[in-house]
């Protein structure tokens, strides 16, 4: 905690930096759903700041581009909604999770086997493309919009709450035939990436404030429990809870 | 063009727990022993301080201590028929990378095997008849009892701090611990780790149906232990970041911190690690072991003589090197002979997810990788073979290992995979889910086993080793049978629902199931059945030792880590007393 890029006023220059940059992509109409475009104009012309000032930032993302944003950050928010049960993926980062893991070594398929020849075998065998990750993410949405545009003459992230679940139940159940990936690699691999997203560690952009921990009553990843898995035999017990930076 | 270097002793491949046992035995003799390393070299201080290491997507998703399959993975096929293709990406298993090999990433279940599991052939046909064993099943025996072997797992126990309690010294059965063991000679270094609430309901509910629960035998240390060398293990925390990760309690022992840095007590050791050895050079008649090629970090290559190699690699690993260095006659799986690739066996995880009444808590999140509640009632030859239909058995146990979330958070079948429907079942469910496991073991079959793959290479430019492995029916019916008892306790421990999970399905390389391979360089009696003699030395080339699970002959229903660190320990004092005296063929 000692880091002086962690210091306060730098925090508020990068919020100002940052807030510029989100309504200059609402206003292209690229990665911020337009309740949350509002919500950052809102935000500058009338609000005091608040108590968290990285709470309402727009994210920067470093792989997605502007399309592709938008339809991550639609699916997170349609595959786990914010509602009276607990927060949502969008609002707890995990569009920018994703992001970042498209990003990194493991969407770039550092640890892979990607030489060839390259054939299709049986579902036993597993997963047989020689595309990584992140090319398979890419291309799996440029897929599903361009299903989308067909039927609904809208990307993705134009849609209706109903109609994008009804697009991402299909993909789950294999009634649409995407042209470039197979609908099963794409669909899990949203799924999983977005699941990763919510109950990783927040050190990686999403489950901020360790919020999906709180809802389920994970007490995280900082206790020791010697002393207390006799004690609270079926009994509750909940803690914090604790993240890594939290215990740093 | 290999660079070659000064000779060496002894070469041995691989630094997990085989390769360190032998290297750390061996350090007395002060013989000049280079050991080879495919990975980094580690240590708990820097490599697995917490609270960085309770990182659940860096280490259980992205398998940070696991081969990296873009430098070398094997080919996979469920039959002969079919055409293998490449494991791209990890699921079935596991393999570490690193010194400490996968015993840095274990959970730490340290078993004995019984007195059957290491005489599976004659102690069947003994019972049954031969007419009992499928026509497919090369069902062998090990060619050492049980006896021979019990002080090298008492040494292995002691070293590792296994926490347990014994249900059979020295033939005296004691309730509360497994009284199917064989006879040991002592208790457990350590008592038994504290139970948890699954595990308490468990052990009542396997006691009141006649049944004889007792904790599984956990190298996770009950309490702070110093072990017979002088190294210090710290109390589990039972932190919930075991299985996978490294412990930076050092309480689950690992080859890091116990036997490698006791290897360096030789001032004529030496690690080379991020070393991946490539091949065994043999000599014109293809006898006699000269030298290992291997590629150091940066790829330049380097041949290393030396009078005898130690092959202590994964499975995987020693089956390949033994294949692509031509030592020991392939298996050719059309007639049924050679050995180097025969004799591959797996392991099969079934059972039920139970879901109790709302309101239990059964804290996942506390736990270790070992931490459970087990019985033998029908695993080993405790199941009656000619009555239900199949050879082996299967442990079944109940155990508290990880609450992270984004490997468990479970709903029922049936429920939604997301949505609001989802949200509201997982928090629902979390608290209130556990599982009756089933462990079993797997025989070896004619039409499973490892080659060399004709059409695909690995980053080194070497032909890639080929599984071809499937479930057979034998085994089907084992694990029929165990969901039923897991089922029947579940129940009794009072679960609301019980959910199975498992069908008949062929295998599949992608979901995680058990790093658990063995096989592949059984040793035995018969050289035509197996490409290692009783001292672990490959029949045709006398200066070459294999050491790991990949000389079981089949496997049974528990973790393998407890034999093979005892077959490496014997592995030391057969070359400290015999071969290193007077080299030669020992059999």
């Known amino acids: ?248 | 063009m290999a660079t070659k270097l000064k000779p060496v002793d002894i070469a041995i491949v691989g630094l997990g727990w085989a390769g360190g046992i032998v290297a750390k035995e061996l350090a007395s003799t002060g013989l000049k022993i280079v050991a080879f390393e495919r990975g980094a070299p580690r240590a708990t201080n820097p490599d697995f301080m917490a609270p960085q290491v309770h990182d659940e997507l860096r280490y259980a998703r992205r398998h940070e201590l696991i081969q990296n399959l873009r430098k070398e993975t094997l080919t996979f096929r469920n039959d002969p028929s079919q055409l293998a293709l490449p494991m791209r990406q990890l699921g079935s298993f596991l393999p570490g990378e690193g010194v400490g090999g996968s015993g840095a990433h274990w959970s730490g279940l340290h078993w004995r095997w019984t007195e059957w599991e290491h005489k599976m052939y004659s102690g069947t046909v003994a019972k049954h008849g031969k007419s009992i064993i499928p026509a497919d099943m090369n069902l062998q025996d090990w060619p050492i009892d049980y006896h021979e072997l019990e002080p090298y797992y008492d040494k292995f126990e002691k070293v590792c701090g296994t926490s347990g309690k014994a249900g059979n010294l020295q033939g005296t059965k004691i309730d509360g611990g497994n009284i199917f063991e064989a006879p040991r000679a002592n208790e457990f270094p350590n008592p038994p780790l504290t139970s948890s609430h699954n595990m308490v309901l468990f052990e009542k509910a396997a006691r009141d149906l006649g049944y004889h629960p007792f904790p599984v035998p956990a190298s996770n240390a009950s309490r702070p232990y110093v072990n017979p060398d002088g190294v210090a293990l710290g109390q589990c925390h039972y932190c919930g970041f075991c299985t996978a990760y490294g412990c930076e309690a050092n309480a689950k022992a690992s080859p890091h911190f116990t036997v490698v840095p006791l290897a360096f007590k030789n001032p004529n050791f030496e690690a080379r690690t991020n070393s991946y050895v490539m091949k065994i050079n043999l000599d014109s008649h293809g006898k006699r072991a000269v030298s290992v090629t291997y590629l150091d970090a940066v790829g330049r290559e380097f041949e290393q003589p030396a009078d005898l190699v130690i092959l202590a690699a994964y499975v995987f690993g020693n089956v390949h090197l033994m294949l692509h260095s031509k030592i020991g006659k392939p298996y050719d799986f059309k007639h049924n002979t050679g050995v180097v690739g025969r004799n591959y066996s797996y392991q099969s995880m079934g059972g039920v997810a139970a879901l109790f009444p709302r309101g239990t808590h059964f804290n996942p999140f506390m736990g270790s990788g070992a931490l459970g509640t087990w019985i033998d009632d029908f695993n080993s030859d405790n199941p009656d073979f000619a009555k239900l239909g199949f050879i082996g058995g299967g442990g079944i146990s109940t155990g508290s290992n990880s609450g992270a979330p984004i490997g468990r958070h479970p709903a029922t079948p049936g429920s939604p995979r997301w949505g609001s429907r989802w949200k509201r079942e997982v928090i629902d469910t979390y608290h209130r889910m556990t599982s009756v496991g089933s462990q079993g073991s797997v025989m070896s079959y004619r039409q499973n086993y490892l080659d060399l793959d004709p059409t695909y290479t690995d980053s080194f430019g070497r032909p890639m080793l080929r599984l071809t492995f499937d479930w057979q029916e034998n085994e089907f019916r084992q694990m029929e049978y165990a969901r039923g008892i897991c089922t029947e306790i579940a129940q009794a421990m009072g679960a609301e629902q019980v959910l199975s999970r498992r069908d008949r399905g062929r295998y599949s390389i992608v979901p995680y199931q058990t790093t658990h391979n063995t096989g592949g360089t059984a040793f035995g009696d018969d050289p035509k059945t197996s490409a290692l003699n009783k001292y672990l030395q490959s029949w045709d080339v006398s200066n070459v030792f294999v050491v790991g699970s990949s000389a079981f002959p089949q496997n049974a229903g528990r973790n393998p880590t407890g034999p093979a660190g005892a077959l490496a320990y014997r592995l030391a004092d057969t070359l400290k007393d015999q071969y290193l005296k007077r080299p030669g063929r020992l059999a």
């Open chain 1, 1 to 248: 905690m000692t880091d002086e890029n962690t210091s306060a006023p730098k925090l508020v220059n990068r919020r100002g930096v940052l807030k510029l940059v989100g309504i200059g992509a609402a206003a292209g109409a690229l990665p911020l759903a337009s309740g949350a475009a509002d919500q950052v104009m809102h935000d500058m012309h009338h609000e005091p700041p608040k108590q968290n000032p990285d709470a309402d930032l727009a994210p920067v993302y470093q792989f997605l581009n502007g399309d592709e944003a938008a339809f991550v950050e639609a699916a997170v928010n349609t595959f786990i909604p914010s509602d009276d049960a607990g927060p949502g993926a969008l609002e707890l980062g995990v569009a920018v999770f994703i992001d970042r893991q498209m990003n990194s070594g493991y969407g770039r398929g550092d640890r892979m086997y990607l030489q060839g020849p390259f054939i299709e075998g049986t579902p036993e065998q597993g997963y047989q493309l020689r595309m990584t990750p992140s090319e398979l993410f890419r291309a799996g949405i440029l897929d599903v919009n361009a299903y989308t545009q067909a039927k609904y003459k809208s990307t993705f992230d134009g849609l209706s709450e109903e109609d994008r679940v009804s697009v991402l139940s299909q993909l789950e159940r294999r009634e649409i035939e995407l042209p470039t990936v197979p609908t099963m690699y794409f669909f899990n691999l949203l799924l999983d990436l977005t699941m990763q997203g919510y109950f990783a560690d927040p050190q990686y952009g999403g489950n901020k404030d360790k919020a999906s921990w709180k809802m389920i009553g994970f007490p995280g990843v900082g206790v020791m429990y010697a002393d207390k898995i006799e004690a609270y035999r079926n009994k509750k017990y909940m803690s914090g809870p604790l993240s890594i930076q939290d215990l740093l």
